[in-house]
């Protein structure tokens, strides 16, 4: 299983970013995915998570009215709409596959995950 994220980049505060996963086919493909993020000196944090087929969703309370979390399952892929960014949300974003439909927030739950993408917002 391979997990492919991009979309990152440099944007400045209160502008939108679009993130996406590109996931191969595999074991479980029928799965649960999410996005965390990790700035540096922190711990990679939850920042969203999506079930499958994908009619439930959360999202961290830090992110909650600006980010939303989608998936194309015709397209194996993963996305992550971020609006109205801040400098704190500048940090390395995850995405992730779990073996399971249910969606979670815990980073140990999930076995896939692709090699992160930057996204720095300038005040």
């Known amino acids: 299983v391979q997990l492919q994220a991009s979309g990152g980049g440099l944007v400045q505060a209160r502008g939108p970013l679009r993130l996406s996963c590109a996931t191969s086919?595999?074991?479980?493909?029928?799965?649960?995915m999410g996005w965390f993020r990790q700035a540096p000196g922190k711990e990679r944090e939850f920042v969203a998570a999506?079930?499958?087929?994908?009619?439930?969703?959360y999202v961290a309370d830090s992110v909650k009215g600006r980010f939303t979390i989608s998936r194309d399952n015709a397209k194996n892929t993963l996305y992550l709409q971020m609006n109205s960014l801040k400098p704190e949300d500048t940090a390395l974003y995850y995405c992730?596959?779990?073996?399971?439909?249910?969606?979670?927030?815990?980073?140990?739950?999930?076995?896939?995950w692709g090699q992160g993408t930057q996204v720095t917002v300038s005040s």
């Open positions: 992730a596959r779990r073996s399971y439909t249910t969606a979670s927030t815990l980073a140990a739950e999930y076995d896939f």
């Open positions: 086919r595999g074991p479980h493909s029928s799965a649960a």
């Open positions: 999506i079930s499958w087929p994908g009619a439930k969703s």
